[in-house]
């Protein structure tokens, strides 16, 4: 009769290396998938658009038009932010065929704070922490159907977030 307890160790051995050579295979995959992305979206990185310190050129050099007003944008965000380094901002909208999102914060040093690429059939919907100067106006542009709009809400800030 065998021994139950001889055989446990190697039989958790056996476990530990099968889990442990899935987790190296996985973390290589990741690993080449995330750089296969990463310089996929290099060359449409709007770099520019991001040195931009006005609303206007902001707007000129990510879509090179200006935007509406629009009550179809859900822009979410605190009217007092404790602190600034963390600013929790959501966008959303109903609008059909978006294509793109920009979130700005205009009292920043730098007035565009992000910019998303919506994929069609997707929701258009984006959330995300931003730093804050300090108390500013925050717009949403929503690129829909070949036109942009816009939706603001002002941000107290409280404590200083872009070295403030």
């Not at 987790?23 to 992305?37: K, N, Q, R, W």
């Given at each position: 009769?065998?021994?139950?307890?001889?055989?446990?160790?190697?039989?958790?051995?056996?476990?530990?290396?099968?889990?442990?050579?899935?987790?190296?295979?996985?973390?290589?995959?990741?690993?080449?998938?995330?750089?296969?992305?990463?310089?996929?979206d290099a060359k449409a990185w709007p770099e520019n658009a991001f040195k931009q310190k006005s609303?206007?050129?902001?707007?000129?050099?990510?879509?090179?038009?200006?935007?509406?007003?629009?009550?179809?944008?859900?822009?979410?965000?605190?009217?007092?932010?404790?602190?600034?380094?963390?600013?929790?901002?959501?966008?959303?909208?109903?609008?059909?065929?978006?294509?793109?999102?920009?979130?700005?914060?205009?009292?920043?040093?730098?007035?565009?704070?992000?910019?998303?690429?919506?994929?069609?059939?997707?929701?258009?919907?984006?959330?995300?922490?931003?730093?804050?100067?300090?108390?500013?106006?925050?717009?949403?542009?929503?690129?829909?159907?070949?036109?942009?709009?816009s939706a603001t809400k002002e941000v107290k800030v409280t404590v200083g977030?872009?070295?403030?």
């Open positions: 009769m065998k021994n139950e307890f001889i055989d446990a160790p190697d039989h958790t051995r056996r476990i530990i290396l099968k889990g442990a050579a899935g987790l190296a295979a996985f973390g290589f995959t990741a690993a080449t998938l995330s750089s296969a992305y990463a310089a996929a609303e206007a050129d902001a707007l000129k050099a990510l879509y090179g038009k200006a935007a509406e007003a629009s009550d179809k944008i859900n822009l979410d965000a605190p009217e007092i932010a404790e602190n600034g380094a963390v600013v929790p901002i959501a966008v959303a909208t109903t609008m059909p065929g978006v294509t793109g999102i920009a979130i700005m914060v205009l009292e920043n040093p730098f007035t565009l704070a992000a910019a998303y690429k919506i994929p069609e059939g997707t929701e258009a919907s984006v959330a995300c922490r931003l730093k804050m100067a300090k108390t500013s106006k925050v717009v949403a542009i929503v690129e829909a159907g070949g036109k942009l709009y977030g872009c070295g403030g």
